[in-house]
C-alpha cells in the first residue's frame, strides 16, 4: 500500500533562517505531488504541484520555492524565512495521470512556526 | 480562477442531530468534487467523491453529498451525527491539471 511520510514533524525557526521541508512517498511510480499550506479559517492553499521529475509548477508568488530532486521526493525550501511563514504545511499525492479524476492522498503535516 | 465557497466556518450540534453543511463552486463546466475530513491529530482523508453519474454520492461513516449542477452546489449530510464526527470538514473541486481547489473549511463540534 501507499504512504507518504513528512518531516520534521514541528519546526521553529528564526525569521532570516533557512528552510527544508521534506516529504517521500511509497508504494507507487511517478505521482503528481502537491505542497500545500493551510492556515486557520483560510483553508488549504497550494503552493507547488510537480508531475514529474525536476518540473515544479508555481501556484503562487512567494518566499517560498519547491524541488523534486527525486521521483517520490519532494522538497520545499525558503533561504530566508519571513514571520508570514508560518502555518501548517501539507504534502499530498495523486495518481499520475493528466486526469482530474484522482483523488489526493495527504501527508500526516508539518508546523512550522517562524519567530 | 476556480473558487469554492463553504457556508460555515464553525457548527455547534447535539449528537443525534442532523447534518448539512454547504459548499458552492464557481466554475461552470464539467467538474470533479470531494469533501475530506480531517479529524483531531490525524491526516486529512478522504470522505467521498463525485464524478459523474448519480448525483448522491455515499461515503464513508454514513456521509452523503448531492450534487447539483443547477446551483453549483455539493453540500454533504447527514442524518444523525455522533461525537466521534468532530472535525473539520473541506469541500474541493477539480481546477485544472489535477489541482485541486479547496474551501476555506467548516469546523464541527459534536457535543455528547
Known amino acids: 500500500s501507499q504512504t507518504i511520510h513528512q518531516w520534521p514533524a514541528t519546526l521553529v525557526q528564526p525569521v532570516g533562517s533557512p528552510l527544508s521541508l521534506e516529504c517521500t512517498v511509497e508504494?507507487?511510480?511517478?505521482?503528481?505531488l502537491y505542497w500545500y499550506r493551510q492556515a486557520a479559517g483560510r483553508g488549504l492553499q497550494l503552493l507547488f504541484y510537480?508531475?514529474?521529475?525536476?518540473?515544479i509548477s508555481s501556484e503562487v508568488p512567494q518566499n517560498l520555492s519547491a524541488s523534486r530532486p527525486q521521483d517520490r521526493q519532494f522538497i520545499l525550501s525558503s533561504k530566508k524565512l519571513l514571520l508570514s511563514d508560518s502555518g501548517f504545511y501539507l504534502c499530498?499525492?495523486?495518481?499520475?495521470?493528466?486526469?482530474?479524476?484522482?483523488?489526493?492522498?495527504f501527508g500526516p503535516g508539518t508546523r512550522l512556526t517562524v519567530l | 480562477a476556480q473558487s469554492v465557497s463553504q457556508h460555515n466556518h464553525h457548527v455547534i450540534l447535539s449528537e443525534a442531530a442532523s447534518l448539512e453543511l454547504g459548499c458552492n463552486y464557481s466554475?461552470?463546466?464539467?467538474?470533479?468534487l470531494f469533501w475530506y475530513v480531517q479529524y483531531p491529530g490525524q491526516h486529512l482523508q478522504l470522505l467521498l467523491k463525485?464524478?459523474?453519474?448519480?448525483?448522491l454520492v455515499k461515503g464513508i461513516k454514513g456521509f452523503e453529498a448531492e450534487f447539483i449542477k443547477s446551483k453549483f452546489s455539493f453540500n454533504l449530510r447527514k442524518p444523525s451525527v455522533q461525537w466521534s464526527d468532530t472535525a473539520e470538514y473541506f469541500c474541493?473541486?477539480?481546477?485544472?491539471?489535477?489541482?485541486?481547489?479547496f474551501g476555506k473549511g467548516t469546523m464541527l463540534l459534536v457535543s455528547p
Open positions: 499530498a499525492w495523486s495518481v499520475g495521470t493528466t486526469s482530474s479524476y484522482n483523488e489526493q492522498f
Open positions: 508504494g507507487t511510480s511517478n505521482p503528481n
Open positions: 510537480s508531475v514529474g521529475i525536476g518540473q
Open positions: 466554475y461552470g463546466g464539467t467538474v470533479n
Open positions: 463525485y464524478f459523474s453519474g448519480d448525483p
Open positions: 474541493a473541486v477539480n481546477s485544472g491539471y489535477s489541482t485541486l481547489t
